[in-house]
């Protein structure tokens, strides 16, 4: 290969000086020995400085002190940069490309005869300046190296920032210290504590009058324009209705600022009950009275809530296994489930079943029964004792009797009464399935209690009610329920209560009675508790011991109750994702007068005489009602009957002769009706004596 051609315009280069050999030598991160500066370069650094100098005049005093840290870093870096923003373009990308190999390639220790040996290896210091000397005025880069015709520059300076610094600015930092003294640091402090509360007052009067400026008056009240009939004959539109109630429960809940003018409260209120008869389904009679129960915000959530059904919740017999056991053998047929809660240790729900629950082995074999989590707080809160008399007086169709009887450990005696036949099969079926032995199932009216039975420790009385906990599982408590109902069960529910406070004993470790209903109304609640605890002097409120729940109203829409109906509990589907339950505690501190006991004997027995009690016996399936199995002489044994009340009665500290006193009345009564007859003609004698005259 021949000469090239930039060796031929260039000649030979010189050997390399040792500032330029100590410069790479720092690029590659080689250690450096000092090396004195040369001449030449001392004059260029000279030369450096003093231009740079007259820049930083004439634009101004702010880069003043960066003038002298670079005139104290000749021998960095820095200047080998800045000397290459001189260079031509030619040269520029020379020593670009070998700043890049250097950085990104480590160079081995440098020997200076092979350095000056190469040719194209680098250039000195002193051509560099030869070649600067050469170009013209016209040539040469302008001092600001952008702002030169050349398109090239190097790309490594920029993104660099240098920092601005003012003349003044050692003084004012002097000054600051100066004057931040422990004398003075309170002040100062207290001074910054006061701007910061002016900012953040403006921050929050922008931030309200913003809020007001932009409020959005919703307008939900219905105009009026539009004719009845043609409302009757559309569909209502869910979305439109839906959004109308959002927007109603928005104004009720800031009813100064949202409302429109003109308008009341009972407008909107008004105007909600019936967005919420049409979209839910409600008569407009139960929706009021749900609806009076709750805040309006709250209300929709108990309406949403009893939209969607409860989870299946199934409870363990620990008569037969432990709750780890039966939830292994689930999953391994494929269950999902989980605990019920930390309340319960018996309880699991279930979320998917690739089987029948009702049909497993372990349903078959008695180790669990399909009951609602609700049902299980009554008998949490009646806390039965092993050995203890219980009576559960509507049972069927034993979910909570079986329970009972679990807690009890199958000991002592349960009597489970229920007065519906058809029911009190199905009590048996899960008695006999559950392998329960402790129980006594029997069929009466349990307002015949204390009178069939008496002198138990423990009453549970889960009462018959109106269902308006249970709307999600049975809709039609939405339009079926009346005014009528609401007057006539709360009536029943106050009977069944005093005579299970009746039915229990005030001595022992018992004398409690627990008090539930699936119903969340005031009428069937509150105010029987309310009633019981008025005409029964000797008993008293105790705490249901259950961790959740709300209270009971203590006053309801002007109507106030004893300050003690704050320890009975609600327990809403919205809230904790149950069915809707009230649960009471009572105790019984003392006997019950014989004067209160005859009165409600009295009231029953009247009640009851013009209703017809079917008393035949339950038959087993097969058998007829003319098998000698199972008959019974009433007449003989009404006086074995007779003399086990009297001793019950005297057990309690109750007048046996209170029981008599019905008796003896409606005997008095019969005579004086037989002669009234006596006394009277009858009216076929009267034509006959007519005739005869």
């Not at 509507?394 to 349960?414: D, R």
Request: aromatic share 6%.
């Amino acid at each position: 290969m021949g000469t090239g051609n930039r060796l031929k315009h260039q000649g030979v280069p010189e050997p390399l000086s040792d500032a330029h050999i100590a410069k790479l030598k720092r690029k590659a991160g080689l250690p450096v020995d000092d090396v004195p500066e040369t001449k030449k370069r001392k004059a260029q650094n000279d030369n450096k400085v003093s231009r740079r100098g007259n820049d930083k005049k004439e634009n101004g005093k702010a880069n003043g002190k960066a003038n002298g840290k670079v005139d104290g870093r000749a021998n960095g870096k820095n200047n080998g940069a800045k000397a290459a923003q001189h260079l031509p373009s030619q040269n520029a990308k020379a020593a670009k490309s070998k700043s890049k190999k250097s950085k990104s390639e480590p160079e081995p220790e440098l020997d200076l005869d092979d350095m000056s040996d190469g040719v194209g290896g680098g250039f000195s210091d002193d051509d560099e300046m030869d070649d600067m000397s050469d170009l013209g005025e016209k040539d040469t880069l302008a001092d600001d190296f952008l702002g030169s015709d050349d398109s090239v520059y190097d790309s490594e300076d920029e993104g660099k920032h240098k920092a601005v610094f003012s003349e003044d600015e050692d003084d004012s930092d002097g000054d600051a210290e100066e004057k931040l003294t422990a004398a003075n640091i309170v002040g100062l402090s207290r001074k910054l504590d006061e701007e910061r509360a002016e900012d953040e007052a403006a921050a929050a009067a922008e931030l309200q009058e913003t809020l007001q400026t932009n409020i959005d008056i919703p307008h939900v009240l219905e105009d009026g324009t539009e004719e009845p009939q043609n409302k009757t004959l559309l569909a209502p539109d869910l979305q439109l209705l839906r959004q109308r109630i959002s927007d109603t429960i928005r104004v009720l809940d800031d009813f100064a600022n949202l409302s429109e003018p003109g308008s009341s409260r009972s407008e909107y209120t008004s105007q909600l009950l019936k967005d919420i008869c049409a979209y839910y389904g409600y008569s407009e009679f139960l929706a009021e009275k749900l609806l009076g129960l709750f805040p309006p915000r709250e209300a929709l959530a108990f309406f949403d809530a009893n939209e969607t059904p409860r989870p299946i919740v199934i409870r363990t017999n620990t008569l037969k296994t432990s709750r780890r056991e039966l939830a292994s053998a689930l999953i391994n047929r494929g269950v999902t489930l989980e605990p019920v809660g930390k309340w319960s240790k018996v309880g699991l729900q279930i979320f998917e079943s690739n089987v029948p629950l009702g049909a497993t082995p372990e349903y078959l074999a008695g180790h669990y029964i399909l009951q609602a989590a609700s049902s299980f707080l009554p008998c949490m809160a009646l806390a039965p004792q092993e050995g203890e008399r219980i009576l559960d007086m509507a049972s069927a169709p034993g979910g909570k009797t079986t329970y009972l009887a679990a807690l009890m450990k199958n000991t002592g005696c349960l009597v489970a009464n229920d007065p519906s036949k058809a029911r009190s099969r199905g009590l048996i079926g899960n008695v006999h399935r559950l392998g329960v032995r402790n129980v006594i199932v029997c069929n009466y009216d349990a307002r015949d209690f204390p009178k069939v039975m008496g002198g138990f420790d423990r009453v549970l009385l889960g009462e018959p009610c109106t269902g308006t906990g249970v709307i999600a599982k049975d809709p039609s408590v939405k339009m079926n329920k009346t005014e009528k109902d609401f007057i006539t069960i709360p009536h029943t529910q106050k009977q069944l209560l005093l005579g299970a406070i009746d039915s229990v004993n005030h001595g022992g470790t018992g004398g409690y009675v627990v008090y539930s209903t699936c119903s969340v109304s005031v009428e069937e609640n509150e105010m029987v508790v309310q009633y019981a605890l008025k005409k029964r002097p000797n008993v008293r409120l105790v705490s249901t011991d259950i961790p959740f729940g709300k209270e009971g109203f203590t006053a309801y829409q002007g109507k106030t109750f004893d300050k003690s109906l704050s320890l009975t509990r609600r327990f809403y589907p919205h809230t904790l994702n149950l069915d809707g339950f009230f649960v009471a505690k009572f105790h019984k501190i003392g006997p019950t007068p014989a004067k209160l006991v005859a009165d409600r004997a009295e009231s029953t027995s009247k009640q009851k005489g013009e209703e017809v009690i079917d008393k035949t016996p339950i038959l087993a399936d097969g058998l007829t009602e003319g098998d000698d199995f199972g008959g019974f002489d009433d007449e003989e044994d009404a006086e074995y009957i007779q003399r086990s009340k009297r001793n019950a009665m005297r057990k309690r500290g109750l007048d046996p002769k209170a029981l008599a006193k019905p008796k003896a009345q409606d005997q008095a009564q019969k005579d004086d009706a037989q002669l009234k007859t006596k006394a009277k003609p009858t009216n076929d004698s009267k034509p006959k004596t007519k005739s005869k005259v």
